[in-house]
């Protein structure tokens, strides 16, 4: 009981700084959005999504390694950071020169171009700011993500919205985005420096016990990435930007189901295990929490695809061809909340090797059913893809959880 209170109080900060950031970010898409049109936000997302790509090369999931050595000991945490903050820089550096290189190869115009190299430097933000905010959740300090998240949007809507008034474009934009962000992730170290005393090495410290699990976490979130998040680069690889842009709106309109998802996961998965240490959770407990995510959030998407059209119509008048997507779409979110709890049960009880035994199938699905659904369907055979290989997923993870854990064949059975 004390565990599921502590993660309702987690929640509680994550959601309302959330939700907070939400409105905030929404009401600056609602005027972004339209101020730039569909070919200029098409640029500014395709850009984003080139940049966010190699993020996976930063180790961005050491932060849950850290997380988990830190839960059982939270004294290690300063320890931890020291001793793993050279490698995760020079993956970091890694993944800015390979996104580089690969630029060069890409069908895509100058001035996209351009607003990529501008967006690169802001691979420090993505690898190094869920590594600091790990202290946060493991002193239980989640507050400090909700200010630091909200000042952010804050932020960026604000000087966005008046770069645009001022009558300058997307270029302005990417730059603006960059200093925001590496400002948010200076304060951020400075904050976490304080909490847990740590002092940061360059010291190249290769610790197989910890580079294990943040190899297969970042394995598993390539795929994952890959599988079902890939769609605007793709489109942009594919199409002319004004397609990314009417699919970029409709991933913006159902990000926030994501946000809310990755709470629940974030706010639970330390205290998932810290439940597996002191006692071992059965079946049904699994049952209730993924019946109770999937019954939710299934009710959730009939109701926002039944309200979207004429929503669409009033708010975004220009993507009009966003209607159809989105009324697909939203429904691979009702379906992610039910694989959830599956891959925390897994990942708590030191199983996220055998995850690696269905990761892969998703990003192979989901590139080749793209491109032929692409051809065949048009925009929305791309959203008939995502939707499709969550569907999928759900069925693997189902059938993992089981031999692995419910059969009792992990590393911590269910009893």
Same mark, same amino acid.
């Given at each position: ?17 959330? $939700?907070?950031?939400? *409105? ?7 005027? $972004? ?17 080139? #940049? ?43 993944? $800015? ?44 300090? +989640? ?14 809507? *604000? ?10 474009? #997307? ?19 400075? *904050? ?101 995510? !999937? ?42 909340? +039910? ?24 990003? *192979? ?15 929305? !055979? ?9 569907? $999928? ?23």
């Amino acid at each position: 009981m004390r565990t599921l209170i502590q993660g309702l109080k987690n929640l509680s900060f994550l959601t309302l700084g959330n $939700i907070i950031s939400i *409105v905030i970010s929404t009401i600056g898409f609602l005027f $972004i959005a339209n101020m730039l049109g569909k070919e200029d936000y098409g640029k500014l997302s395709a850009a984003i999504s080139y #940049v966010s790509i190699f993020s996976l090369l930063t180790l961005s999931q050491m932060s849950k390694v850290l997380i988990r050595s830190g839960s059982r000991d939270p004294k290690k945490i300063g320890s931890l950071l020291e001793r793993t903050f050279g490698v995760k820089t020079a993956f970091v550096l890694i993944a $800015i020169m390979v996104a580089l290189f690969l630029l060069l190869f890409t069908p895509y115009s100058l001035e996209l171009k351009i607003i990529v190299l501008i967006i690169i430097p802001d691979l420090f933000y993505y690898g190094f700011e869920s590594y600091l905010t790990s202290i946060f959740m493991i002193t239980n300090r +989640m507050y400090f993500i909700a200010i630091f998240q909200i000042i952010n949007k804050f932020a960026f809507v *604000v000087i966005t919205i008046s770069l645009l008034v001022l009558g300058l474009g #997307v270029i302005h934009i990417a730059v603006a985005l960059v200093v925001i962000n590496l400002s948010i992730l200076f304060i951020t170290y400075i *904050v976490t420096r304080k909490i847990a005393g740590y002092k940061l090495t360059f010291k190249f410290i290769w610790d197989w016990k910890l580079m294990k699990p943040t190899i297969i976490f970042s394995i598993l979130l390539f795929c994952g990435f890959v599988g079902t998040r890939i769609d605007v680069l793709m489109i942009s690889l594919l199409r002319p930007v004004s397609d990314v842009g009417i699919y970029a709106v409709v991933e913006r309109l159902v990000d926030p189901l994501s946000v809310l998802k990755n709470l629940i996961a974030i706010s639970f998965f330390p205290l998932i295990v810290k439940l597996f240490k002191e006692q071992r959770p059965g079946a049904k407990e699994l049952a209730i929490m993924a019946g109770g995510f !999937g019954s939710i959030a299934l009710a959730g998407a009939f109701f926002l695809a039944i309200i979207s059209g004429p929503l669409i119509d009033v708010l975004f008048p220009d993507y009009q061809e966003s209607k159809a997507i989105f009324q697909v779409l939203v429904f691979y979110q009702a379906i992610g909340f +039910m694989t959830l709890p599956f891959g925390l049960f897994l990942q708590a009880s030191d199983n996220e090797m055998s995850l690696l035994k269905i990761s892969w199938v998703p990003p *192979v699905l989901n590139i080749g059913l793209n491109i032929i659904f692409l051809k065949y369907f048009g925009l929305i !055979g791309i959203a008939y893809s995502t939707l499709m290989v969550y569907s $999928i997923y759900l069925g693997l993870s189902i059938w993992l959880t089981w031999s692995r854990l419910l059969k009792g064949k992990g590393k911590k059975s269910i009893s």
